[in-house]
Every structure is written in C-alpha cells, then in structure tokens.
C-alpha cells in the first residue's frame, strides 16, 4: 500500500511537471512574450556595444535589429538604427572586394525602402561600381572572390536587394556570378552542406583536410548558418520568374533537411555539425540562423509544415533557454572560422544577438 501511494504521487509529481514544461513552452510561442524577448535581447545588446559599427559582426547584428523593428515598429528601434547609420556616414566597410565589409548595407538598404534618404545608399552604389571595375586578387586558399562559406550571408543579399530596389540586373547579375563559383567551390553535394573554406575540403591537391575527433568532415554551424541565413535573404528578394531563382531554391531546399536532421535533442545544434559529441552545449548563433531560416520557410510555403514546424519549435524553446537573466543571447562561440568548445552562458557576440532577432521575427509568424 505504501509503495503504491509513493508510485501514484510520483506519477502525480511527473505529470505536473510535464504539464507545467508544457505551458511554459507555450508561452514562448505568444506574440507579446516573443516581442518583450526580443526587445530585452536587444536592449541589452545596444547597451553593450562591441566591434566597430560597419563591422561584419553588426552587419549581422543589425540585420536582426530591422527585423526586430519590422516586429515591433519601435521608434526606439528605429532611431538606434539611424543614429548607427549616420556614425557610419552609411559607409560600408574599408575593404573593397571583402563580404564582410558588405554586409551592413543590407540595414541600409532596408531603411532606404522606408526612408527614401539617398545618402543610405549612395556609398554602396559607389563601392559596388568600383568593385565590379577592379580585378580580385586570387592564391591558393582564396582562388575566388567569396572564397569562405560565411561570405554568401555577408555580400549576396545586399547584392540583390540593391538590384531589386534601383531595378539593376547588373547587381544581380554579379551576385549570380560569384554565389555560384563559391557554391561549386565549398559545396558538397553528398552531405549538402558547405565547408567553410578550401582548408576543409577533401582530396583537394595540395591541400591536407582537417578532421574531427570521429574522423568525420569539418562543417561548421555557424558557417552553414550564415549560408542559409543569406540564402533565405536572397530568395526574400528574387522574383519568382527570376532566371536562377530555381538554383538558390534548390540549394536551400537540400540543405534544410539536412540541417533539420542534424539537430540535437534540446532543439539546438552543436558548433560542429557532424561531431556533436565532442561539442557539448548548444550554440547560439547557428541555432538563431537555423531556426530563422526554417521558419521562414515554413512561412511561405516552401517547406512542409508537418515535417520542419517541430524542427523549428523545438530549436526557438532551445534559443530560449539561452537567454540570461540579464538579456544577453549567451552560449555563443567566440569569432572564429571553425567549430569551437571554448563558450558558455556568459559567452556572447553581437551576431548571436542578431541571429536570436531574426528567428523571433520569423517564429512569431507562425503563429499570425
């Protein structure tokens, strides 16, 4: 008699719990919990500023400030971005051939869209003009212009939206050009995902791979989280009738479920996506992309919403979890160019904090 009642109290016990974790997970799934999330994120995120403002970390960090404004329609918002802007005199960055120093434009060239201030985009146009009449200097390790997976989120949309906003093919045409010489240079077509740069390809001449622990390939999340991420941008941007338009829907499609299946139990994924066991501890800046990607698919209709909205549930409950007391985003690896084990909760970078923007933005729709 004894054992059963202590049986029938846990069970009681276990049953609360569950159905407590349950409406806790529901919760996060509300419109108003998803903007107060956001907008904590992002206060703390301006408060703590790091890197310089035209940098390839804000450039990522701002994309998900717009879309936090997009989700809110902040003034606040608004005004952070502008007031960014205007210290960056709406500048990319120093470096003429190199994405990253591409990559804040795609801010503003969204403002632009609003605003219609021509001073938002008018160096842009200047240094895409210069670059498209000076030669890249190739090697080796950098035999094209984007020569590193992470440079198809940096440069590609920024690209585009600049073509489609001045109706110049001339920027999309570009963009065609060197997505696809960094896609069939990084791509690996049996494990649809894209090594980060020639250091990590296979029976490349010259060339000896790098490994992980269990002899598997080297592909990076966060790398791979900046391709679909930038994959998703473009394709936001692309007409439907767009001539290659079918190729970068292709490339996103095969890459989803492979991201979908390499996801871990806490709905995150691990820095090296192939050697979760040697990456404990799920990382913040690829999840974000990933779970902003997904989503945004589901959202429009390109992915089955049966098979990727547990996907994307389970990753936004993770990211979550990942948010401290404070409002930083933590759990985010250090800047690198390969997986990392040295984060913790404390851990953040401003990309991580844009990643976290851009989910939020896509996972409240799901619910609209």
């Known amino acids: 008699m004894k054992n059963l009642l202590i049986v029938s109290l846990l069970f009681i016990i276990t049953l609360f719990s569950v159905e407590a ?34 940098d390839w970390t804000n450039g990522a960090f701002y994309a998900g400030v717009f879309a936090a404004w997009e989700t809110t329609g902040s003034k606040k918002i608004w005004d952070a971005m502008y007031e960014m802007g205007e210290k960056n005199q709406w500048k990319p960055g120093p470096r003429l051939h190199h994405a990253d120093d591409h990559v804040i434009c795609q801010t503003y060239i969204d403002m632009y869209r609003v605003s219609g201030e021509k ?14 009449a000076t030669p890249y200097e190739t090697g080796q390790i950098r035999p094209i212009t984007w020569w590193w997976c992470d440079a198809l989120f940096m440069a590609p949309p920024a690209l585009v ?11 999309l045409e570009l963009n ?29 001449p010259g060339i000896t791979p790098i490994k992980e622990a269990n002899d598997e390939k080297i592909f990076w999340s966060r790398g791979n989280g900046w391709v679909m991420g930038g994959l998703v941008r473009v394709l936001k941007e692309l007409p439907l009738d767009y001539p290659t338009r079918d190729f970068y829907l292709q490339n996103y499609k095969e890459m989803a479920a492979k991201i979908a299946s390499l996801q871990q139990a806490d709905g995150l994924w691990r820095s090296s996506l192939l050697d979760p066991a ?8 690829g999840s974000g992309f990933y779970c902003y990607a997904l989503a945004w698919g589901i959202n429009n209709g390109i992915l089955d919403k049966a098979t990727y909205l547990p996907v994307v549930e389970k990753a936004w409950v993770g990211l979550n979890g990942l948010i401290q007391p404070d ?3 933590g759990w985010c690896q250090p800047i ?11 851990s953040w970078e401003v990309y991580g904090t844009g990643a976290f923007l851009l989910a939020g933005s896509e996972v409240i729709k799901l619910t609209r």
């Not at 919990?33 to 310089?52: F, R, V």
């Not at 001073?119 to 498209?132: L, Q, R, S």
């Not at 060197?178 to 029976?203: G, I, P, Q, S, T």
């Open 119 to 132: 001073k938002m985009i008018e160096p842009f146009v200047k240094t895409m003009d210069e670059f498209m």
């Open 176 to 204: 065609d050009k060197l997505f696809k010489e960094c896609y069939n240079l990084l791509y690996d077509k049996e494990y649809n995902l894209y090594a980060r740069d020639m250091n990590y390809k296979w029976n490349e």
């Open 21 to 54: 974790q349950k409406a806790g997970n529901e919760k996060l799934f509300k419109d108003k919990y998803i903007k107060k999330t956001m907008t904590k994120a992002l206060d703390w995120q301006l408060k703590n500023p790091k890197h310089e403002l035209y």
């Open 336 to 346: 690198g160019a390969d997986p990392k084990k040295n984060f913790s909760a404390e």
């Open 327 to 329: 409002g930083h985003v």
């Open 161 to 171: 939206k600049l073509g489609i906003t001045l109706k110049e093919n001339k920027y």
């Open 278 to 285: 040697s990456y404990p501890g799920g990382e913040a800046s």
